[in-house]
């Protein structure tokens, strides 16, 4: 499975971005999913997953400003940022799991496949 995320940039404190993950093939019918993020000298934090049922868990941090979807007719997973703010700034990358999984998602032991990642980058 291949997974290219999408929709990175620079953006102002305070406005959104919707970030995309297209995968290669028919992955999203079952597979729980996930988005991650990164800076330079820290550790890829979770910030939201979501299970082959549905159940969303998302960093506490971010909670109440973004929205983890999945469209599995589009084979794309999406995550909505609002409010941003500085410390949002990263490396954003999705990840999948090739099998139905509903706890530990926000943990990056829990997925097999990961894309290169976008830039996310907030002033």
């Known amino acids: 499975v291949q997974l290219v995320e999408s929709g990175g940039g620079s953006v102002q404190a305070g406005g959104s971005l919707r970030l995309s993950c297209v995968a290669s093939?028919?992955?999203?019918?079952?597979?729980?999913l996930g988005w991650f993020r990164q800076i330079p000298g820290n550790e890829r934090e979770g910030v939201a997953g979501i299970s082959s049922d549905g159940r969303t868990n998302y960093l506490a941090s971010v909670s109440g400003r973004a929205t983890i979807s999945v469209d599995k007719a589009k084979n794309t997973l999406h995550l909505q940022l609002n409010s941003l703010e500085s410390e949002d700034t990263g490396v954003y990358y999705c990840?999948?799991?090739?099998?139905?999984?509903?706890?530990?998602?926000?943990?990056?032991?829990?997925?097999?496949?990961w894309g290169q990642g976008t830039q996310v980058t907030v002033s």
């Open positions: 990840a999948a799991q090739s099998y139905e999984c509903y706890s530990g998602l926000l943990w990056t032991g829990r997925y097999a496949y």
């Open positions: 093939a028919d992955a999203y019918a079952s597979y729980c």
